[in-house]
């Protein structure tokens, strides 16, 4: 009986020091994001829907680039680049030209910083 006193006074313990731990770590933790900015392109000579993807499929090599979109109804493009001084429009206009298609227009919308959260979400 006191064995089974000794493992359940144990098991609370580490059930406390487990809450306990898992709580210090739900804190967020915000930091600022870093100035997002949106690339908008213009692109000639896409006709169909694997041309968007060709595109898409080459401006998603570059360095630093997220969320690549491309339209090949409207000859649009665009990414979004948390890291623009790392891509250039020579860098982009080379992309562009790989997957055989010819840059028209380059326009950099600059997205409000974003507060970012590395909190552990609960299901308690």
Known sequence: ???IKVISGMLV????????SFQSNAVAKTKPMAKTEKIDL????????????ALKSSLSSLSGVENVSANYK??????DCPACSKVSKAQINKAVRKAGFTLKDVKYVEKPAQ????AKKSSW
């Open 42 to 53: 213009t692109v000639s000579g896409m006709y169909c829907p694997m041309c968007s993807k």
């Open 13 to 20: 313990v580490s059930a406390f020091l487990m809450v306990g």
């Open 1 to 3: 009986m006191k064995a």
């Open 74 to 79: 409207t000859g649009d493009a665009s990414f």
């Open 115 to 118: 507060q970012t959260s590395n």
